[in-house]
C-alpha cells in the first residue's frame, strides 16, 4: 500500500487542456473515488497515476518517492477496465498469475496466490475455465483477482462495471466494496456512477473541466457542496434564485434567514427532500413519477420556478392538484450569483 499525491498535475494535449492543476491525495489504505461528467479528466489522471500518461506539468510520488517518470512496469500498480482485458487463450488461473509470472514469482507462489484470490472473490470453481465462457460479472472477478495478485502499491479501477446490468451492478458494488475494506488497499476508483461512488469510496473527488471542483466524504459532497456544479452533478438540487439583503434571503415565494449576511443576488441550492408538503406557499403539481418506495413531483411554486420535491410512494397526487410546500432552511446551499465557490450556506 502507498499513499498517492498528485501535485499541481496538468496535461495538454496540442490545445487542449485535460487536465489542469490537479492536486489531490489518495490516503493509504483508501478508496478515493472520482466522478465528473465525460471530458473532465478522470481517465486522464487515473493513466497518468498508472504511468500510461506523463504529465505536462506537475508530479506524481508514492510514498514521498517521485514517479512522475518511472515506467509503468515498474510502478506495481494494479488495473481493472471495464472491457476486462482477459487472455482468451488462457485460463482463469493462468490469467490470475500472468503479472506474478511475469515478476518471476515461483509457479508453486503464483498457484498459490491465485488460488486465494479467486477463493476470496468466490470464484474458485472457475479456476480450470476459459474466461470467454463467463457472465460479465464473473470475468470483471478474474480481472480484479489479475490486479491484486501482485500485491500493488496502488490499485486503480476504472469504470469497472459500466456494461453490466443494474442487478449485478448493485451485487458487485457491495461485494467489491466490502473487499477493498477487506484488504486495506489504496485503490482509485474512476465512474460516471454517482450513486456507486457514494457507496464505495472513503472519499470523493468531483471533476469538472480538468479541475478539481471538491474532495470530501459523501456526506459533505452531498450536505455541503463547494458550487452550484457540484451541488447539481451530485444528486439532484433545485437552483432557486433569490436576493439576500438585511440578514433576509428573498426567494420571490418565500424568505429564508440569512445567518452569514449575504448582499446582493445569490442561487439557493436545495435538494428535493429540503421541501415539505403542509407549508404556507400555495403550489401546483406538473408531472407525478412514480418510483416504488418514492414518489417524484414536479411542482410550480408562484413565481413560475419548478421545483423537484419527494413524497412516499403510496402518495396520491396527480398533475393540476394544488398543494402547500414548505422550505427547510437547515440544510440549503447559499452560492452568490457568479461566485465559483460557496461563500455562506444556512446552517
Known sequence: MSTVRLESIRKVYGEEVAVDGVDLEIRDGETLGIVGPSGCGKTTTLRTIAGFETPTDGRVTFDGTDVTHVPPEKRNVGLVFQSYALFETKTVRKNVTFGLKMRDVSKTERRKRADELLELLDIAD??????????????????????LAIEPHVLLLDEPMTGLDAELKLRLRDEIGSLLDELDVTALYVTHDQEEAMAMCDRIA???????EQVGTAESIYRQPTNEFVATFVGTSNLLTGVA???????????LADDMRTTGEVTVAARPEDFSLGG??????????????????????????????????????????????????????IFPTGIRERTTALL
Do not use: C, H
Open 126 to 147: 472457475l479456476a480450470d475455465r476459459n474466461p470467454a465462457t463467463l457472465s460479465g460479472g464473473q470475468q470483471q472477478r478474474v480481472g480484479l483477482a489479475r490486479a
Open 206 to 212: 468531483v471533476l469538472n473541466d480538468g479541475r478539481v
Open 245 to 255: 439583503r438585511d440578514d433576509r434571503i428573498d426567494l420571490g415565494f418565500t424568505e
Open 280 to 333: 404556507p406557499v400555495d403550489a401546483t403539481v406538473l408531472e407525478t413519477t412514480y418510483l416504488g418506495q418514492r414518489k417524484d413531483l414536479q411542482v410550480e411554486l408562484p413565481d413560475g420556478s419548478t421545483i423537484t420535491m419527494q413524497v412516499d410512494g403510496d402518495a396520491d397526487y396527480r398533475a393540476g392538484d394544488v398543494v402547500g410546500v414548505e422550505i427547510d432552511p437547515e440544510n440549503v446551499q
